[in-house]
């Protein structure tokens, strides 16, 4: 394992490390977090999360889905995140029309990642039928919805607008929500260069009607009928068979973990394991942010392992039996991939005199910072030479918090 760009580095300022790629947010749902936690049935379940997620999902415009996403941004920033995927499909108004300019609260989130100074792989999602009997969208769906054309019309006006701290990707929400001939018309208008995140084998009841309707699991749909590989993400992957688990290894892509969300929303446990033995690239998403922390999430990434395993230390490759230094390899070597950012001057850097790391070497810094203790190490972060958090603190903090609690104001 070359673990030459990803080792934590002492340096005068304090440890040096990487800084890691968010591989799959919902901005707006910050703005719920922690408000879906009461018991309203005992087979409370992602579906009727899904509902208060739709009803929150309703009072967005651009000016209130700009504040959430900055503040969202700024905290990710100050975890150490320089650079997140934003599976956007909260196109329309309420009502499902488009707005006037069709593409913006795209806009409103390219502008909140420009107000926090982090690195934005904006993927318009492609919402077409609420279920995989190709049923219509639901009220409270209408405003995800495109057709074919009109998602490709703002695919096209967003990837114009690529820079060095924006790519445009493509997002297809789920197998359930994008019939199979339309997955292979956008996938062949794209550009080559374009990435593709889809979520995936999240839920069991989604595996079923999968098997049900299209005769196959979504993972073994998605092999045999698309040319996965590198440039595709496949996000959160949970329910996967042996076969599934080396298929998505061998293909080359990306799989989007997303521990604190799955946990919260009793989604399951993916295979690492079994994925690691075959060679498989992943990274993690902070997803629907009830925490936005990437420590939290690879130490429940591993956590859940032992729990299950009712062993310790499963995140190992070959060339490091240390835990915390597998993790951070794997996530820094999917980055790119699935991000399209090659962002190797970004960086963080942990405060060298907190308590936690007294005495730390380069072998055991990285265990330390991931499995020990829960204050913010992370105290400057670089993004394209810009410093934009200072002493823990991001540059703008104060000024977006403002902003995002007049957002709130208005959104409850
Ligand atoms: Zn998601």
């Avoid at 990710?76 to 909260?90: D, K, P, R």
């Avoid at 006006?157 to 790519?167: F, P, T």
Wanted: hydrophobic content about 40%; overall charge negative.
């Amino acid at each position: 394992m070359s673990t030459s760009t990803s080792r934590i580095q002492r340096t005068p300022e304090g440890w040096r490390a990487r800084g890691i790629a968010n591989l799959h947010s919902h901005a707006f749902q910050r703005a719920m977090a922690g408000m879906a936690e009461r018991q309203t049935n005992p087979e409370d379940s992602f579906w009727t999360w899904r509902e208060t997620m739709y009803r929150f999902a309703a009072r967005f415009d651009p000016d209130t889905l700009r504040a959430v996403a900055a503040q969202l941004y700024a905290e990710m920033l100050e975890a150490g995140y320089t650079s997140v995927c934003e599976f956007h499909y909260l196109h329309h108004a309420p009502d499902g029309r488009p707005y006037a300019d069709p593409a913006a609260m795209s806009r409103a989130l390219v502008a909140a990642a420009r107000d926090a100074g982090i690195r934005l792989t904006l993927l318009p999602v492609l919402y077409m039928t609420g279920g995989f009997d190709g049923r219509a969208l639901g009220e409270r769906q209408k405003r995800f919805g495109h057709d074919v054309d009109a998602y490709l019309r703002l695919f096209e006006s967003l990837h114009a607008g690529q820079d060095d701290s924006l790519r445009v990707g493509c997002a297809l929400h789920s197998l359930r929500a994008v019939p199979a001939d339309a997955v292979r018309e956008v996938i062949a208008a794209l550009p080559g260069d374009a990435r593709l995140h889809v979520h995936i084998a999240e839920q069991l009841g989604e595996v079923q009607d999968c098997l049900a309707i299209r005769g196959a699991r979504p993972v073994e749909w998605l092999l045999a009928n698309t040319d996965v590989d590198a440039r595709w993400t496949l996000v959160h992957a949970t329910h996967l068979t042996p076969e599934e688990t080396r298929g998505i290894a061998a293909s080359g892509a990306t799989v989007a973990i997303c521990p604190t969300t799955e946990a919260n929303l009793g989604d399951g446990l993916f295979p690492l394991r079994a994925y690691l033995d075959a060679g498989g690239a992943w990274g993690i998403g902070s997803d629907s942010h009830i925490s936005v922390s990437p420590v939290e999430e690879l130490r429940w990434l591993e956590y859940g392992q032992r729990l299950v395993t009712h062993h310790r230390n499963i995140a190992v490759r070959a060339g490091s039996t240390s835990v915390g230094e597998t993790l951070l390899h794997d996530v820094a070597a999917s980055g790119a991939r699935s991000t399209g950012f090659d962002a190797d001057g970004d960086h963080i850097v942990l405060d060298a005199a907190a308590p936690i790391l007294a005495g730390a070497t380069d072998d055991d810094v990285a265990d330390r910072w991931i499995f020990s203790g829960n204050r913010n190490l992370v105290r400057e972060v670089v993004v394209g030479g810009e410093r934009v958090v200072i002493d823990g603190h991001h540059r703008d903090r104060d000024a977006i918090a403002l902003r995002y609690a007049r957002a709130i104001d208005a959104l409850l």
